[in-house]
Structures are given as structure tokens and as C-alpha cells.
């Protein structure tokens, strides 16, 4: 008789090279991994099953009764689910749930923002690029077309309008005159350093009443030295843009404040794309700024009716 004591019952013998039966039970059933709850967070990459879609949780909304999860993948396109099962995780499956309330605070903050241009205005991304207008927008430099491109850019290829280097506003009037405004081919003019007693002043206000184009110009400006004191100081972590001495010239004394390269021309060339790049959206610009850049688009888009010829004008 041996003295092997006895295994307890259920369990197999350490002895029994076999084990138990690997019949025994439901051996035909599909093994289902069980999937988790997990909250669709902004920036939450997840797969759907059933498409083989892959991308980034960009919103979670309600519509006719139906709530939809927006992913959106590496290349930037988008595609709606139906928020529940179906989704992969890390290679696990998840049930996508609606993000707890901050997190849905910012996805609707986030999907507000995705129908914005830079400017502020409603996104039309499927709208062509209009055919150029006649009318123009005459900016002095090259930074202020990089800037006004940059945040107005969305808004001036759906309106038509072309932005033009002018070089400086010293031969303002005779530009004007060359150009021979009529209300069909108006001109928009942005100056820099517009302020009472400037020569820019002086330059302006007698531009402004040049006859017979008056009435087909406008010419409005800010109050900054450069374009570049026009981009909010915090974006480059400053207070305030600092005070350059007359003596030196301002672009690269902002710069050697910065402690950034700034002998040569091309010193202040990257300078100026490190600058821009920190602008994201018109909120990083000075109103000054943003105001006169909208009234100048909406100058030479608006209809402007030829000035009615009174009785005894003597024409």
C-alpha cells in the first residue's frame, strides 16, 4: 500500500503526468478579453476595431441622440465613431466613456478653436482660393506681409486680396498716384509708427486728402517703431519690449537684449522667424494691430459707390 498522500479532490496529482482532463469544461467557448472603461480624453490615441482607423481623440459631442467620439490621425483627417465598445487601446479592447467635465470643458474649447482661423474668423476649409481683386493692401516691409499672411493669411485667399511690400511710405503720394485708385482698385495702406507729430503723421495726413483718390484709400497704422513691438512681449517672455537706444539700430538692439545672435543681416532674419513663430493666433498680437489689419480687409472689400457729382460741381 503506498503511503503517497491524496491529492484533494479537483486537483490533480503531482505524480499524474496527464493532469486533469483539457476536455473538461467549456473548451469550445471563444476566449474574450474584457474591455475596459476608459474616458475620451483630448489626446487619447485609440484604434477603431472595426476600420482599423487610428488617431487621436479631438472631440466627444451629441447629435439626434447619438453620441460621437472625433479621431483624428497622423495626417490630420478626421472620422467619427459612436462613443462606447469597439476600440483598441495600447492593444487592449476599451469602451470609450465621456470624459470627465474639465476634460470636456477643453474638448469644446478645443473643437471651437478647430473652426477659427488664426484671426478668429469661422474656418472655411473647404472654400478655393478667390480669384485675386484688383484692390490691394500695401504693407511697408517684409516682416509685416509675414505676419499679416500668417494670421490673416486664411481670411485674404478666400476675400482675393494680395499683399504688396510698399518699402517705406516717403514716396507715399506719388505710389498713389501711380496707382490711380478708383473705387473697383482701392488701396489699403498699414504704416508703421503712426503717431501724433511723426513724420509718418505728417506723410499720412497728406496722403490721405491726395484728390481725386481720396475716397478710394485708406491708410491706418499702429504705434510701434516696428511690426515686430506689435507681437504681445510675454510670447518671447519679456514684460514689456525694452527701450533701444536712438543711437543703435532697434531691430538688433532687440535682439542683443534677447541674447540672440544679431551682427549680421542674416543674424536678423532668423531673429525675426524665432520671433514669428511664437504668434499663434491674432490674441498674440497688440490690438492696435489686429484693428487695423480687419478695417483695412474690410476696406477693400466692401462695395465703395463712385462719390455722386452735386449740381454745379463744375464737371
Not at 479537483?10 to 467557448?29: E, F, K, M
Not at 495626417?75 to 467619427?80: A, L
Not at 474668423?121 to 481683386?133: E, Q, T
Not at 509685416?144 to 478666400?158: I, S
Request: charged letters at 25%; one cysteine or more; glycine letters at 10%.
Amino acid at each position: 500500500m503506498s503511503n503517497r498522500p491524496t491529492p484533494p479532490p479537483g486537483h490533480p496529482s503531482p505524480h499524474d503526468r496527464y493532469g486533469t482532463d483539457v476536455l473538461a469544461g467549456d473548451w469550445r467557448g471563444p476566449r474574450v478579453a474584457v474591455a475596459r472603461a476608459v474616458p475620451a480624453e483630448r489626446g487619447l490615441v485609440v484604434e477603431d476595431a472595426q476600420s482599423g482607423f487610428c488617431g487621436a481623440v479631438v472631440a466627444v459631442e451629441t447629435a439626434g441622440g447619438l453620441t460621437v467620439v472625433h479621431l483624428e490621425d497622423r495626417h490630420g483627417r478626421r472620422r467619427g465613431f459612436p462613443l462606447g465598445p469597439g476600440f483598441h487601446c495600447e492593444g487592449a479592447p476599451v469602451t470609450l466613456t465621456r470624459p470627465a467635465p474639465e476634460h470636456a470643458h477643453a474638448l469644446a474649447a478645443a473643437r471651437a478653436a478647430a473652426t477659427r482661423t488664426a484671426s478668429g474668423s469661422r474656418a472655411l476649409p473647404d472654400a478655393p482660393a478667390r480669384v485675386a481683386r484688383a484692390s490691394r493692401i500695401l504693407v511697408e516691409g517684409r516682416h509685416d506681409a509675414e505676419l499679416v499672411e500668417k494670421v490673416w493669411g486664411a481670411d485674404l485667399r478666400v476675400e482675393g486680396v494680395v499683399v504688396e511690400l510698399l518699402g517705406g511710405i516717403d514716396d507715399l503720394d506719388a505710389v498713389l498716384r501711380d496707382w490711380a485708385p478708383t473705387a473697383n482698385r482701392r488701396l489699403g495702406v498699414l504704416v508703421d509708427h503712426l503717431v501724433p507729430g511723426s513724420k509718418e503723421d505728417r506723410i499720412v495726413a497728406r496722403c490721405r486728402a491726395l484728390q481725386p483718390y481720396a475716397a478710394y484709400v485708406c491708410i491706418l497704422g499702429h504705434p510701434y517703431v516696428d511690426v515686430w513691438q506689435a507681437i504681445r512681449p510675454q510670447r518671447l517672455g519679456l514684460t514689456r519690449w525694452p527701450q533701444i537706444p536712438v543711437e543703435q539700430p532697434w531691430k538688433e538692439g532687440i535682439l542683443a537684449h534677447l541674447g540672440w545672435p544679431h551682427a549680421t543681416q542674416a543674424d536678423v532674419a532668423t531673429g525675426w522667424r524665432r520671433i514669428l513663430a511664437t504668434v499663434r493666433t491674432y490674441a498674440d498680437l497688440e490690438p492696435s494691430l489686429c484693428g487695423a489689419i480687419e478695417q483695412l480687409i474690410d476696406f477693400v472689400t466692401d462695395p465703395v459707390e463712385e462719390p455722386a457729382r452735386g449740381v454745379g460741381d463744375g464737371r
